[in-house]
């Protein structure tokens, strides 16, 4: 935690450059300049973009299934999957920080190139809410279950019902409730949602995303991840976009459809996200929100074209494709962290 607070500053300041490499090496640097020219991207797929440092692996995953002639949704399913297993993503699925209550509640949505869609929000006791979410999406007549009824129609489906609540996650806990009082605390670092979006061989278009939402949040509280149109909208026409950072402000905006509809009209994916986090930062300026509010968006387009851009500096995301393989890249940003 106090390497990512350290990092964040020291990125905020200009001090380090955030890439890092799986595979390849990423060209892009962050700096606290806000750019003029949008940085060219290579049109190419099949192509794989996640958000954040936990979208290497899981982009890994993806790709290696969609090598291996798997559907895009079994590939989403499978990659996202190793964030949510692994307890040292503390917010994403298993090992996630949980709400004030205490409680591991998870928010994930499935969206394929038909525009069909699952979703699960307020979801507890199950490790793998992409599955639960690709479920619905395939099992149901419905876009989105929500809290018991979801967790109920998980366990008819087989899923296992388990604690998620690791000591490591349940000690930051105690230690919030002690020192901040139910104040909530909401930055980067307890506001790190997987979501990926893919074109696949086919040059067909779909995505996923999955959290344990906003650290320290109210119990029932949803946030953007799991709402199509919010956290994740894609048009197969068109391209898609995904989100991360503080959901109240991206479902106040409709963000990741936005920028899908800002592509259809002509933008790339570079100009769409630098459209609505300004447009986001506009209608938060004089908010309570925006002490603390961070977004990030990436986006695709049907050309294979991809970008993310953020609010505020910090943001990278995972881009894997056959040209220069699995790496991270730096996200734009509007404004460091300390402005
Ligand atoms: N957008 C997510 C939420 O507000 C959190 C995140 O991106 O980390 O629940």
Not at 75 to 84: C, L, T, V, Y
Not at 125 to 132: A, C, E, N, R, T
Request: glycine share 10%; aromatic share 6%; charged share 25%.
């Amino acid at each position: 935690m106090s390497d990512r607070r350290d990092f964040i500053k020291k990125a905020a300041l200009g001090t380090i450059g955030i890439s890092s490499v799986l595979s390849c090496s990423s060209t892009t640097a962050n700096t606290a300049v806000i750019p003029t020219v949008k940085p060219t991207k290579k049109a190419v797929k099949p192509l794989v973009i996640s958000t954040w440092n936990h979208g290497l692996p899981a982009n890994e995953e993806t790709w290696k299934q969609l090598k291996n002639g798997k559907s895009a949704l079994d590939a989403i399913e499978a990659g996202m999957k190793i964030p949510e297993a692994d307890p040292e993503v503390r917010s994403v699925g298993y090992g996630g920080f949980p709400d004030r209550e205490g409680k591991v509640t998870l928010d994930a949505c499935i969206m394929d190139h038909n525009s069909d869609c699952g979703s699960v929000s307020f979801l507890q006791g199950i490790k793998h809410p992409i599955s639960v979410a690709k479920k619905v999406l395939q099992n149901t007549p419905h876009v989105m279950l929500s809290g018991q009824g979801a967790l109920q129609f998980a366990l008819a489906e087989g899923f296992k019902e388990e604690n998620l609540l690791t000591a490591e996650a349940e000690a930051d806990w105690k230690k919030w409730m002690e020192e901040s009082k139910y104040k909530p605390v909401i930055n980067m670092e307890n506001h790190d949602t997987i979501s990926m979006l893919v074109i696949d061989e086919a040059g067909n278009i779909s995505g996923g995303c999955t959290t344990s939402g906003a650290a320290w949040k109210m119990h029932g509280r949803v946030g953007d991840s799991p709402i199509i149109g919010a956290g994740l909208f894609l048009d197969n026409e068109v391209g898609a976009a995904a989100a991360t950072g503080l959901g109240e402000a991206v479902i106040r905006t409709a963000g990741s459809a936005m920028v899908v509809e800002l592509m259809r009209q002509g933008k790339s994916p570079f100009e769409a996200c630098k459209e609505i986090v300004e447009r986001i930062y506009d209608k938060h300026k004089n908010h309570k929100d925006m002490e603390y509010l961070q977004v990030g968006f990436i986006a695709i387009n049907k050309n294979g074209e991809h970008a993310g851009y953020s609010l505020r500096s910090g943001f990278n995301y995972a881009v894997c494709d056959d040209a220069q393989g699995n790496r991270m890249e730096d996200a734009t940003f509007k404004m460091p962290w300390d402005n």
